[in-house]
């Protein structure tokens, strides 16, 4: 458990992710869903790797299901990286730490 | 010449968990690469019933975890890394080096237990729809088509156990197979049969998935009439088996025609000192029984040929 590690939900989504200075990335995620455990300790150490250059973010879609039904989420682990409010890349399933890496560079 | 470590086990499913279980209670210094957290395919399904010693079934998870702990107590190292290729041998024949994407590694042994993927239907907006309608995993993404029609694809054990799993949520299946019977054992069958949520599409291939934004439905061709039509649907779980995760090393072992890695019996390759044990291997039930019994094979192999290394 990490600081750098942000957890959104329904209410700050908007304050937290979209009106965010920084570029984002949110892991849309569930407790029962394997891939997404598969996936959250190379989330955890990317949001320690990249603290103060990306905003790294969890939110459980059974928990804030407005927030996942706005962005259509369908599979999960579908990681959304967000730059000035607006989706910049979309990942989903459980994909290597490389990938995502290469994808937050694309980003920040 | 000096080498990082006796073993390095690529991949932390079952496969590769009981090899790094043997290994390290033979006191061997063993190192396993794992691209994602360990674990494996078994992460994806809800609940096994047919692994020993778990009558009424354990979960995916539960088990998982277990084996990971077991190996841990052995000592074995877990480190996250992506391997991209290896490059066998050395110039006197005894050392292998293994090369991540952020960085290489070398070791007198390797097994390979980078187990397999789900196989695509091989359509072209396929890979473009995952995540808007297209999922390889009824476990994972069943609960986002609460009330929904699906289509399923396939005929063995994982595409009626998906099934099955899918109508805890949905509200119908159409289970798409090209045969007119299936692989899938019998209770399984039995249980497919039986429940009213599920239709079965005899004989019959997809020939396209439809929409979008988002799936809107799926052309089909019934193989022995060769009548079209289409469907409608929500979502679309293809389930017709797997394909070795291999590509790193084509070329440097002998692979089968549908590339997964030939070995013998004592999980050899074609190359010395290199093991592959699990659903990567060319073999005839890809299950997780199956894969922990490669593992401990190519483990006790893996001593043995370091014994004859001294
Ligand atoms: C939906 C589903 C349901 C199933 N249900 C059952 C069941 O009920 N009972 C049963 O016995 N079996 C079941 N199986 C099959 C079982 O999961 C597999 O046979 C078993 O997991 C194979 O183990 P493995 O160790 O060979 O490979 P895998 O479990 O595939 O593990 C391979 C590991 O290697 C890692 N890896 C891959 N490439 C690299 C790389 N380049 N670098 C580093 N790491 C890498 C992967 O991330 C993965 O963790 C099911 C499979 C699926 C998909």
Redesign the pocket.
């Known amino acids: 458990m990490s600081d750098a590690l942000l957890h959104v939900n329904d209410e700050n989504f908007d304050a937290e992710i979209l009106k965010s200075n920084l570029p984002s990335l949110v892991d849309f995620w569930a407790a029962w869903c394997g891939p997404c455990r598969?996936i959250a300790p190379v989330v955890e150490e990317l949001a320690k790797e990249y603290a103060n250059k990306i905003k790294i973010a969890k939110l459980n879609v059974d928990e804030n299901p407005k927030t996942a039904g706005q962005y259509g989420i369908r599979a999960i682990p579908t990681l959304i990286l967000y730059k000035g409010g607006q989706i910049a890349e979309q990942i989903t399933g459980?994909v290597?730490k490389t990938q995502i890496e290469n994808a937050i560079k694309k980003v920040i | 010449m000096t080498v990082d470590r006796d073993i390095i086990i690529?991949?932390?499913?079952?496969?590769?968990?009981?090899a790094g279980l043997y290994a390290g209670r033979s006191m061997l210094n063993v190192l396993m690469?794992?691209?994602?957290?360990?674990?494996?395919?078994?992460?994806?399904?809800?609940?096994?019933?047919?692994?020993p010693g778990f009558p009424g079934g354990v979960s995916?998870f539960d088990l998982m975890d277990k084996m990971k702990d077991q190996a841990l107590e052995f000592g074995l190292t877990i480190q996250s890394?992506?391997?991209?290729s290896i490059q066998p041998g050395g110039p006197e024949q005894d050392y292998h080096r293994v090369v991540?994407t952020d960085g290489e590694l070398t070791c007198r042994c390797l097994i390979i237990?980078?187990?397999?993927?789900?196989r695509k239907l091989g359509l072209p907006n396929e890979s473009a729809m995952v995540g808007k309608g297209v999922s390889?995993?009824?476990?994972c993404d069943g609960p986002f088509y609460r009330g929904m029609t699906v289509a399923a694809i396939g005929g063995g054990?994982?595409a009626l156990?998906?099934s099955l799993f899918l109508t805890k949520f949905v509200s119908k299946v159409f289970l798409i197979h090209r045969r007119d019977e299936f692989r899938g054992t019998k209770v399984l069958r039995d249980r497919v049969f039986r429940n009213d949520k599920i239709e079965v599409i005899w004989d019959t291939v997809v020939t396209a998935i439809t929409g979008d934004d988002k799936v809107t439905g799926v052309a089909l061709k019934n193989v022995k009439t060769n009548e079209a039509s289409t469907l409608p649907v929500d979502g679309v779980f293809p389930?017709i088996g797997?394909q070795p995760?291999s590509d790193?090393v084509k070329g440097v072992v002998k692979l089968d025609d549908g590339g997964f890695i030939t070995t013998n019996e004592s999980m050899e390759t074609s190359v010395k000192g290199i093991f592959a044990?699990?659903?990567?291997?060319s073999k005839i039930l890809?299950?997780?029984?199956?894969?922990?019994g490669?593992?401990a094979i190519a483990a006790f192999m893996a001593e043995k040929y370091m014994e004859q290394l001294h």
């Open positions: 598969a459980a290597s | 690529i991949g932390g499913g079952p496969a590769g968990l009981t690469l794992e691209k994602l957290s360990p674990g494996g395919q078994v992460l994806t399904t809800h609940w096994v019933e047919n692994y995916g890394g992506e391997v991209v991540l237990t980078t187990g397999a993927q789900p390889y995993c009824g476990t054990d994982t156990e998906e389930l797997v995760i790193f044990a699990g659903d990567v291997r890809r299950q997780i029984s199956t894969a922990v490669d593992g």
